[in-house]
């Protein structure tokens, strides 16, 4: 068990829709860092936050937005949603707000299904 | 072309064998390195990292970096049936550049058979 917790595990739904998933961080981590997985993608980072502000970007849609607030939790809200919105999306954690060795630990993960 | 290349396998074993996992990048900047593994239905956890060129030791398992050639490996020593997982490259450039942002592999499939 990493620390690091996502709800919920599994979400069906359907093309137009929205959804938000949700993460907390580890006890004590500031940085939030959203990643989809598909089976064609691989893991393709989509944005990190740190102590509540956006610190990068990376291959998130415009529908995709996301947040992090005081409590340190964050939220991923996915908007009119596609079929090729289905994949898995982790939530990862880290202390550090930056440079390049600071171990994420990522959560479960939500497998999001859009029919 | 993508930052970081890895071979998704699938990839097959007998228990007791070395096995060999390799990624290629093209970005000179990255200087740290990872693997990490994921079980199926699990989320991903750091194996090893290394920083720069040189390998690292940590039980049956080694990583290696040859940045001259942009290419790092993992090898796995007396491959066990619970090292069947997926395991995914990452690396990131210097410490403040990159904010923190890891750029993953594709990951390769492997499976231990007994």
């Known amino acids: 068990d990493s620390g690091v917790t996502q709800t919920p595990k599994h979400l069906i739904t359907a093309t137009g829709q929205r959804v938000t998933l949700r993460c907390s961080p580890r006890s004590g981590d500031l940085s939030v860092y959203w990643y989809q997985q598909s089976l064609d993608q691989g893991l393709q980072f989509l944005i990190q936050?740190?102590?509540?502000?956006?610190?990068a970007k990376g291959n998130i849609l415009e529908r995709f937005s996301a947040q992090q607030f005081p409590d340190l939790h964050s939220e991923l809200n996915l908007s009119s949603l596609e079929l090729g919105d289905s994949a898995l999306y982790f939530c990862?954690?880290?202390?550090?707000?930056?440079?390049?060795?600071?171990?994420?630990?990522f959560g479960p993960g939500t497998r999001l299904t859009v029919l | 072309q993508k930052e970081v290349e890895q071979d998704p396998g699938p990839l097959s074993v007998p228990e007791g064998a070395i096995v060999s996992l390799n990624c290629t990048y093209s970005n000179s900047a990255f200087q740290y390195f990872m693997w990490y593994r994921q079980y199926s239905r699990k989320g991903p956890e750091l194996l090893m990292y290394?920083?720069?060129?040189g390998n690292k030791e940590d039980g049956r398992f080694t990583a290696q970096v040859d940045k001259s050639s942009k290419y790092i490996s993992l090898f796995i020593r007396d491959s066990q049936p619970s090292d069947s997982a997926t395991y995914l490259c990452a690396m990131s450039a210097r410490r403040g550049s990159t904010l923190g942002r890891l750029y993953f592999g594709r990951g390769t499939q492997l499976t231990v058979w007994p």
């Open positions: 990862a954690s880290s202390v550090e707000g930056g440079g390049a060795v600071n171990e994420q630990f």
């Open positions: 936050y740190y102590n509540g502000e956006e610190r």
């Open positions: 290394t920083y720069s060129s």
